[in-house]
């Protein structure tokens, strides 16, 4: 397999930047600041409209943890049939249990409507205590991914980890390793881990707008240049 470069993008800014630069595949969200949520109708209808490729659509609700009350999954299931609706390549979901363990029935509510869409297990992943049993769960519910950081704040500090992950995965699923991933560690992240596919934000800090009065605030957005650097050392 060839190895893969998925971009996550906030914004349809950060979207073309990410195509631009050579990106395989985004994950498209909002609200990154606080880890992503579902992206708006609007954002994911002109994504799709202006890209060429893949687009894959975080289904989360809210910030914060992975237990999911009934009227939250109802609403992850309204948004994934809004994304199949679009025609998105995939969807990146996840919940859990109080416990701590996937929660394969609230799961596989949300992925039997998937139809033709791929299905990524988000980073509810590295929120599991026992990643090995998490990680037949996973592969039990049909994902066709899981994008982890090895339980640690970064995939660098989660490397050996990661490589027990691809290794026990043996080809069933795809690891794809993510946080902390920049052109200065991504191959020798690769070399480490046998991963395929890896998972970065590629984001540059655009300065806050003065004529924005009162609102104004600093944000990030994805640099294309910094998605070529990425990709051109993935190849």
Same mark, same amino acid.
């Given at each position: ?8 993008? !906030? ?15 985004? $994950? ?9 949520? +579902?992206? %708006?109708?609007?954002?994911?209808? #002109?994504?799709?409209?202006?890209? %060429?490729?893949?687009? =894959?659509?975080?289904?989360? /609700? ?6 999911? %009350?009934?009227? $939250? ?15 998105? @390549?995939?969807?990146?979901?996840? @919940?859990?249990? @109080? ?20 299905? *990524? =297990? ?6 599991? /205590?026992?990643? @090995? ?14 994008? +982890?950081?090895?339980?640690?704040? +970064?995939? #660098? ?24 991933? %920049? ?9 480490? *881990?046998?991963?395929?596919? =890896? ?17 104004? +605030? ?6 294309? !240049?910094?998605?070529? $650097? ?6």
């Amino acid at each position: 397999m060839r190895r893969q470069l998925e971009i996550c993008a !906030a914004s349809l800014a950060s979207a073309r930047a990410a195509q631009a630069g050579g990106a395989h595949r985004i $994950e498209l969200c909002q609200n990154l600041e606080q880890g992503g949520i +579902t992206p %708006s109708y609007g954002l994911i209808r #002109e994504t799709l409209a202006q890209l %060429s490729i893949p687009v =894959f659509v975080l289904i989360r /609700p809210r910030p914060g943890g992975f237990v999911y %009350s009934a009227d $939250e999954l109802a609403i992850m299931r309204a948004d994934i049939a809004m994304c199949l609706e679009l025609g998105c @390549a995939g969807v990146v979901l996840g @919940a859990l249990n @109080a416990a701590g363990r996937v929660d394969m029935a609230a799961c596989r509510a949300l992925i039997n409507p998937v139809g033709p869409m791929q299905v *990524t =297990f988000h980073r509810a992943f590295d929120a599991c /205590p026992d990643q @090995a049993q998490a990680l037949e769960d996973v592969i039990a519910l049909g994902c066709q991914r899981a994008l +982890t950081s090895g339980g640690q704040p +970064t995939a #660098e500090a989660g490397q050996q980890q990661l490589a027990a992950l691809v290794k026990q995965a043996a080809g069933r699923i795809s690891i794809m390793p993510g946080s902390g991933i %920049s052109a200065a560690n991504v191959q020798a992240l690769a070399a480490h *881990t046998g991963a395929q596919e =890896f998972h970065a934000s590629a984001k540059r800090l655009v300065p806050a707008d003065p004529a924005a009065g009162l609102f104004q +605030t600093e944000r990030f957005e994805t640099d294309a !240049a910094l998605v070529a $650097e990425l990709a051109a050392r993935l190849q």
